[in-house]
T-cell receptor, first 107, second 118 residues
Framework: AQRVTQPEKLLSVFKGAPVELKCNYSYSGSPELFWYVQYSRQRLQLLLRHISRESIKGFTADLNKGETSFHLKKPFAQEEDSAMYYCALGGYQKVTFGTGTKLQVIP | GAGVSQSPSNKVTEKGKDVELRCDPISGHTALYWYRQSLGQGLEFLIYFQGNSAPDKSGLPSDRFSAERTGGSVSTLTIQRTQQEDSAVYLC????????????????FGAGSRLTVL
């Protein structure tokens, strides 16, 4: 069975500090990993996909198959990064989401 | 349409009444998901439709909840005999499909239907 774990419900960091949102997955095949973000009063939207290997809004995420992780990172947090972040796993079954991490950036 | 549309955007109902929530997915998207998001909580999976396959109903919290998808397009989530704990935002999302090809699993979400049960 596929599973996504986000161990932190809430992560508080100061503006300018580095951010790392953790995501671990369980999947027997080749996974497709995503990060979704939901800003206050906005729709849940795709932030980035591992297959694209791109940086979006300064965020990056690297798929580590050995550690089955897909942590989201940003070197310097901004206040506008405050949001709910969800890690998701797609394969040959339905897309599975983690429980989400609320990122709070303190000014 | 250009995006996933959900209606109504807000619904206030009395305990014990039935409600129907509608989702119009992106045209051509074969996969459709319903989720529930309670205040301050994460996403709770409810049900998943993929093409003509039998839906995955494993997330439905009770038999008061049901959903159907007609013609592989529009979906309706029905909650019978609503309870106060059903109050939440109900989100719909669609994707091209599953199967491992690039982009198939990218979900587009609707704005949600906020349900308040008094």
């Amino acid at each position: 069975a596929q599973r996504v774990t986000q161990p932190e419900k809430l992560l508080s960091v100061f503006k300018g500090a580095p951010v790392e949102l953790k995501c671990n997955y369980s999947y027997s095949g080749s996974p497709e990993l995503f990060w979704y973000v939901q800003y206050s009063r906005q729709r849940l939207q795709l932030l980035l996909r591992h297959i694209s290997r791109e940086s979006i809004k300064g965020f990056t995420a690297d798929l580590n198959k050995g550690e089955t992780s897909f942590h989201l990172k940003k070197p310097f947090a901004q206040e506008e990064d405050s949001a709910m972040y969800y890690c998701a796993l797609g394969g040959y079954q339905k897309v599975t989401f983690g429980t989400g991490t609320k990122l709070q950036v303190i000014p | 349409g250009a995006g996933v549309s959900q209606s109504p955007s807000n619904k206030v109902t009395e305990k014990g009444k039935d409600v129907e929530l509608r989702c119009d997915p992106i045209s051509g998207h074969t996969a459709l998901y319903w989720y529930r998001q309670s205040l301050g909580q994460g996403l709770e999976f409810l049900i998943y439709f993929q093409g003509n396959s039998a839906p995955d109903k494993s997330g439905l919290p009770s038999d008061r909840f049901s959903a159907e998808r007609t013609g592989g397009s529009v979906s309706t989530l029905t909650i019978q005999r609503t309870q106060q704990e059903d109050s939440a935002v109900y989100l719909c999302a669609s994707s091209v499909g599953t199967g491992g090809f690039s982009g198939a699993n990218v979900l587009t979400f609707g704005a949600g239907s906020r349900l308040t049960v008094l």
